[in-house]
């Protein structure tokens, strides 16, 4: 684990040309969906959250997927993420990611993303996910797509269990942070790198690097991109993982687990409260 939140392999630069990377957004950018509430199915299947929430998460996804989120509406669902999460097994929690990981994540991954995380490294680059999301869901997505590195969020642990607290929180300026810290250990190029991100809270992240670019992105980002001469790139199908990546086939018994589609976690528990904060 290196600095701030980053996972690499400590790979230093070639002596001569500087290395450069491509650093991509994951959810919305890389899959079509949120990444780390995807797994709200699975979490309750293993006795982690209630029916309940499960149930209620439904319309709190849709809302994410088509009005997306300000800021302190992140900060809010962040919050009650992270106090959602204590209490549970660490253990437990990756044991449920890593036998669902091909059920829940296969039909979501953009083929126009794996085909550019092909390209990028058929180019010489590095592939370094740079998520909001869960370092649990975070670190296994990005092996399955063969990134070399990977910055995503952490929550604390003590004994084996999270506390509800973030103990690194990779959103907005993080991750530029992030990203120039890394460059800074590896000896990354940033002008010579690109980026990718759905969100204009991301801005930072692409202007940290010197070919940003704007995928699917919201109404703020579409403006920024377009006053800046950003490349705006559209991708539109999702594709399974395992004909992409030609990965075992997953296990039977649990893919049941994934049926009912993606909902949202901390979304759900957030906007159950805010109802009940306007109707009190």
């Known amino acids: ?9 400590g ?17 919305k950018t890389i899959i079509a969906k949120s990444s780390v509430l995807a797994f709200s199915k699975p979490f309750q299947a293993g006795g982690l959250i209630s029916r309940r929430a499960v149930l209620r998460s439904a319309y709190a996804q849709f809302v994410f997927m088509i009005g997306g989120a ?5 900060e809010k669902m962040r919050q009650f993420m992270s106090q959602l999460c204590a209490g549970w097994d660490v253990a437990t929690v990756r044991e449920i990611v890593a036998d669902t990981l091909h059920n829940v994540v296969d039909p979501l991954v953009y083929d126009e993303a794996v085909r550019l995380v092909d ?3 058929e180019a010489g680059r590095d592939v370094v996910i740079v998520s909001t999301s869960g370092s649990e869901v975070v670190e296994p997505i990005g092996a399955l797509l063969g990134a070399d590195r990977v910055v995503a969020t952490r929550l604390k642990v003590e004994d084996g269990r999270y506390t509800g607290e973030i103990e690194y929180y990779a959103y907005a300026e993080e991750k530029a942070n992030a990203i120039r810290a890394l460059a800074e250990s590896v000896g990354y190029d940033l002008e010579g790198s690109y980026g990718y991100s759905d969100s204009v809270t991301d801005v930072p992240m692409l202007e940290a690097v010197g070919h940003p670019h704007a995928v699917n992105p919201d109404k703020e980002l579409r403006k920024v991109a377009a006053a800046r001469g950003w490349p705006v790139l559209v991708f539109t199908r999702p594709v399974a993982l395992q004909s992409r990546l030609h990965l075992p086939p997953p296990k039977p018994t649990l893919a049941a687990l994934a049926v009912g589609g993606v909902v949202a976690v901390g979304a759900a528990v957030w906007i159950g409260a805010r109802r009940r904060a306007l109707s009190a």
């Open 11 to 27: 790979r230093m630069a070639p002596a001569g040309t500087p290395p450069t990377a491509a650093f991509f957004d994951l959810d």
């Open 70 to 74: 300000d800021h302190d509406q992140v």
């Open 119 to 121: 390209e990028h490294h």
């Open 1 to 9: 684990m290196g600095p701030q939140g980053l996972t690499y392999d």
